[in-house]
């Protein structure tokens, strides 16, 4: 099966080749792919005797998830090496150039040859997989070759290939390839303990950790905080549509409020649509010089939301009406009381913080624009649900102490 699924994998790129002038994103993951090998072996002639610990994630999400462990790790062991891989380019464009990191490729295609060449040229002393990011012929060599590997922040749902379908027994086989894992939850535990997985613990959501310390270092340019002044600010992070459909009557009518808006999308039709939704009455965070006091602030630049939630007050999360909502740890940390749409069913997170009064789910925009007008109403409430947010968030870090803790434990063993 193994084999098979390496096939299939190989006529998918060739899909990508065949697609990649036309298609951006295939395009970058095919080329990252054809240079990462050379990049590595270049690496490795420089460092030829370093010790690596690599971490794999899929994208930017599982990358914050793991970035408190890698920073960690390396307060800990000074002279090893890190070496980040991701899958997509959302997240290796965002991230190539991370400091936390010695070396920052795509991975390699996930075949039994290109896995063997790969693994022998990078010489792990240990992988650390992020959520549950598993290809079975990395893990597949990876084991030949005594090397451990380790999940964390990893949560399971029955319905999961792991454990139903056609091909669960397959599935389950390959995750019994990782010799350690820390999940995010009681659910996750029991469903690897069905299939004979018993070494686990319950440990948490490293991005826990991630977002309490991005928001106690965050610092706000003068720009932005002469620009709210004594204005309730309300953050639309990584918007849609329609999240913003949802506030433009309230954009004409709320006075002493101010927006920012972060959509999704930052190319430049959908600034100049989100302009001409709001006409005359937003500016651009990449405009130069002073902001102007106008009601809308458009941020339209990559990386830059996390700390900016530190802003406002309220925080409206998109994705809600799409496939899923975004992150609503990030605001919620920096005290903001949140709101997202209805599709919030998979994420942990969000069905905490309401349960702790921290936020609230939404099913409509009507839902969404009374939620709001209450909350900017009642400064009161408002100030209870951005605390109780925050206080959520701060309860449950500590999952970043319990992972390195094993990390450590296979690190200094003598397990190769």
């Known amino acids: 099966m193994d084999s098979v699924l390496g096939f299939v994998l190989k006529c998918y790129q060739f899909l990508l080749r065949f697609l990649s002038p036309f298609v951006p994103r295939a395009k970058l993951l095919v080329k990252g792919q054809d240079e990462s090998f050379g990049k590595l072996e270049a690496w490795r002639i420089q460092h030829p005797n370093d010790e690596v610990l690599w971490m794999h994630a899929a994208s930017l999400g599982e990358f914050e998830q793991g970035r408190p462990v890698i920073e960690g790790f390396k307060r800990q062991y000074t002279n090893a090496r890190v070496v980040v891989t991701f899958y997509s380019p959302s997240g290796y464009e965002v991230r190539k150039n991370y400091a936390g990191a010695d070396l920052i490729l795509y991975l390699p295609l996930d075949t039994k040859l290109e896995m063997q060449r790969w693994i022998r040229c990078l010489q792990p002393k240990l992988l650390a997989l992020v959520k549950y990011e598993v290809w079975p012929n990395m893990l597949k060599v990876l084991k030949t070759q005594n090397m451990p590997v380790v999940i964390f922040s990893a949560v399971f749902r029955a319905k999961h290939r792991f454990f139903s379908g056609a091909f669960s027994r397959y599935w389950a086989g390959v995750l019994k390839r990782v010799d350690y894992f820390h999940v995010q939850d009681e659910v996750s535990a029991q469903l690897l303990k069905s299939i004979g997985i018993e070494k686990v613990s319950i440990s948490g959501d ?82 130069s010089g002073e902001l102007r006091d106008l009601p809308v602030l458009i ?3 990559m990386g830059d939301l996390g700390g900016l939630y530190k802003l406002g007050e309220v925080a409206i999360v998109g994705g809600g009406w799409g496939k899923g909502i975004h992150n609503v740890l990030e605001p919620a940390a920096h005290g903001c009381a949140v ?19 921290g936020g609230v789910q939404v099913s409509s925009q009507g839902e969404l624009v009374k939620q709001l007008r209450e909350w900017i109403g009642n400064t009161e409430k408002l100030n209870q649900v951005r605390q109780s947010a925050k206080e959520m968030v701060l309860s449950q870090i500590g999952a970043e102490v319990k992972v390195l803790k094993t990390i450590g434990e296979f690190w200094e063993s003598e397990k190769r």
């Open 299 to 301: 941020l339209n630049t």
């Open 206 to 287: 490293t991005r826990y950790d991630r977002v309490w310390d991005v928001a106690q270092t965050a610092k706000i340019l003068d720009r932005y905080t002469s620009w709210k002044g004594q204005s309730l600010v309300v953050v639309l992070g990584s918007s849609y549509i329609t999240e913003e459909e949802a506030i433009a009557e309230m954009v004409e009518m709320a006075n002493g409020v101010k927006w920012v808006i972060a959509p999704h999308h930052i190319d430049e039709d959908n600034v100049v649509r989100i302009e001409k939704k709001f006409a005359g009455k937003t500016q651009r965070a990449t405009d």
């Open 339 to 357: 709101l997202w749409g209805p599709e919030a069913d998979k994420f942990l997170e969000a069905k905490l913080l309401m349960e702790r009064g």
